[in-house]
């Protein structure tokens, strides 16, 4: 498949499109109902990032739990 023509945010676009068809290809959820609100702040407590390591974006709890509910039912 060749790059698509177009603007940042329309490749961009076909890219996600991209990968959430390969998720439903290899049978990978879109949402956990596994996860329950209640879990969410022992959840961000462990996903805590050590800020030495070199990461492009250093998440807080909230940032944390503001995702995760993203993937939930």
Do not use: H, T
């Amino acid at each position: 498949m060749c790059c698509p023509a177009g603007s940042r945010a329309e490749k961009a676009r076909v890219f996600i499109d991209a990968i959430y068809r390969m998720n439903r290809a290899l049978g990978i959820p879109e949402c956990f109902p596994c996860i329950r609100s209640e879990d969410l702040p022992q959840m961000a407590a462990w996903a805590e990032a050590n800020p030495v390591y070199p990461v492009p974006v250093i998440f807080g709890k909230e940032d944390f739990i503001r995702l995760a509910r993203r993937v939930m039912p």
